[in-house]
């Protein structure tokens, strides 16, 4: 595609140079000059407009429109450059060597369609030999298969009901205080002499283990001589007893005076049973 349009564009520029009233170009230094003159404008747009200028009022060569072409960046602009530019060209000047100027193959071709449009299509373009498509190679039909007869059709088998799955519920943990734990910590207190650490041993070792049973919980109140360490230590356990609707009559009995039985039991109504 690149070959068949340089044919083109080169054999468009040789009829369309001929006929510019550029006879040579402008001289070397007296270009440089004008070249200096719009790289030294700051602003972009003014830059633009003094190049476009520039090429409309002086004859150049090819590469001296490319040189100024190369000037900007954007393909817009090189083209807009060369279409201003491209009717100043010195005769013998071929447009298509142009085609480098440009980032952009499609630019190339814009410049090509607008020469054409605005110049006249140009005759006596030779275009490459026409292709030539060889026909398809035809094979020669394969002999058909037999049908081979389906299979039959066997019956379908009804589908089972899905049985639900019975969820596995884990068991419950059993909550309770070993006989080997109660001893230990049964002995532990019974070591106590001191009152008054029995009671804070038994405070602080009996969340430890919170399923006591009511048995268990009256042999530890019956560890305390004391009357008032007996209820302090009966309500600070009622917390830490699995079966608590027979806490109070098994604890009570250890309770000699009537007022600790009644308190113990209005304890336990606070709590809720």
């Not at 899905?162 to 519920?169: A, H, L, S, W, Y």
Request: overall charge neutral; glycine content about 4%; some cysteine.
């Amino acid at each position: 595609m690149k070959q068949i349009l340089t044919i083109l564009i080169f054999i468009s520029s040789i009829s369309f140079a001929q006929n510019s009233g550029c006879l040579a170009p402008t001289s070397a230094i007296q270009f440089g000059q004008m070249k200096r003159g719009i790289t030294n404008q700051v602003n972009y747009n003014q830059r633009l407009q003094t190049a476009i200028n520039t090429v409309q009022g002086i004859c150049m060569s090819v590469q001296q429109l490319a040189e100024i072409i190369a000037i900007f960046p954007q393909e817009q602009d090189k083209l807009d450059i060369a279409v201003y530019g491209i009717n100043n060209l010195a005769n013998g000047q071929d447009y298509y060597l142009l085609y480098d100027a440009f980032a952009n193959f499609s630019t190339a071709i814009r410049l090509h369609d607008y020469v054409n449009q605005y110049f006249g299509p140009q005759q006596n373009v030779f275009l490459p030999a026409p292709i030539v498509i060889a026909p398809p190679i035809i094979q020669p039909p394969q002999p058909v298969q037999p049908i081979r007869p389906l299979d039959p059709v066997q019956p379908v088998q009804p589908v089972q009901p899905v049985q639900p799955v019975t969820p596995i519920v884990p068991p419950v943990p059993v909550c309770e205080v070993t006989a080997q734990q109660f001893s230990m910590i049964s002995n532990t207190l019974a070591a106590q002499t001191s009152s008054s650490s029995k009671v804070s041993i038994t405070k602080a070792q009996l969340p430890t283990f919170k399923c006591y049973t009511s048995s268990q919980m009256k042999e530890i109140v019956s560890l305390f001589p004391s009357s008032s360490d007996k209820l302090d230590i009966a309500k600070f356990g009622y917390d830490y007893v699995s079966d608590k609707s027979n806490y109070f009559f098994a604890v009570s009995s250890l309770l000699p005076s009537s007022s600790d039985r009644e308190e113990l039991s209005t304890y336990i109504a606070a709590k809720g049973r």
